[in-house]
T-cell receptor, first 113, second 113 residues
Framework: QKEVEQNSGPLSVPEGAIASLNCTYS??????FFWYRQYSGKSPELIMS????GDKEDGRFTAQLNKASQYVSLLIRDSQPSDSATYLC?????????????FGKGTRLSVIA | DGGITQSPKYLFRKEGQNVTLSCEQN?????MYWYRQDPGQGLRLIYY???????QKGDIAEGYSVSREKKESFPLTVTSAQKNPTAFYLC????????????FGSGTQLSVL
């Protein structure tokens, strides 16, 4: 059974701080990793994807991947109240349409103004 | 604009009734998925389809049925056998060949009367 684990939170950070969200996965052959943001009552939206070990930066967001430790994280710099949402980690096999993504339960982030 | 359309946005089911949730996409994606989300929970896979006239059960298929007669359409029927259907249902699609991101519809909130 492939599993993706996330702390459910809530994770509370003050406005302007760095929020750090973590995710671990059980399947060693996983090759594609995604972070989705979901506001209450809305569908998830992709904010980051990462496929190789190391860091990937996009604006205020940085995804970090360590395949040896089976660990992927998302850093949000200069956190804003609008970042308050649930963040879902999803893991999959690259170029393998026969295997759906596996989602974690999500971490709820609250940015306090 | 290309995208995924789910309807209705809200749906109410009476005891013993079957209801069907619609999902249509014009992205020319081969793969389509149905997820269920309960409050405070992640996404759980109900059914998925990689190609027309073929579909596979996900982790929680009991009490649900699907069809894939056209590439664009992947309706989900919640049968009377599903005793706890109240949840947020999300349809998604993906380009199977490139493992690009999941595109999500806006979701259907199903409640029991």
């Amino acid at each position: 059974q492939k599993e993706v684990e996330q702390n459910s939170g809530p994770l509370s950070v003050p406005e302007g701080a760095i929020a750090s969200l973590n995710c671990t996965y059980s399947d060693r052959v996983s090759q594609s990793f995604f972070w989705y943001r979901q506001y209450s009552g809305k569908s998830p939206e992709l904010i980051m994807s990462i496929y190789s070990n190391g860091d990937k930066e996009d604006g205020r967001f940085t995804a970090q991947l360590n395949k040896a430790s089976q660990y992927v994280s998302l850093l949000i710099r200069d956190s804003q109240p609008s970042d308050s949402a649930t963040y879902l980690c999803a893991v999959g096999l690259i170029y393998s349409g026969n295997t759906p993504l596996v989602f974690g339960k999500g971490t709820r982030l609250s940015v306090i103004a | 604009d290309g995208g995924i359309t789910q309807s209705p946005k809200y749906l109410f089911r009476k005891e013993g009734q079957n209801v069907t949730l619609s999902c249509e996409q014009n992205l020319n994606h081969d793969a389509m998925y149905w997820y269920r989300q309960d409050p405070g929970q992640g996404l759980r896979l109900i059914y998925y389809s990689q190609i027309v006239n073929d579909f596979q059960k996900g982790d929680i298929a009991e009490g649900y049925s699907v069809s894939r007669e056209k590439k664009e359409s992947f309706p989900l029927t919640v049968t009377s056998a599903q005793k706890n259907p109240t949840a947020f249902y999300l349809c998604a699609s993906r380009d199977r060949a490139t493992n690009e991101k999941l595109f999500f519809g806006s979701g259907t909130q199903l409640s029991v009367l």
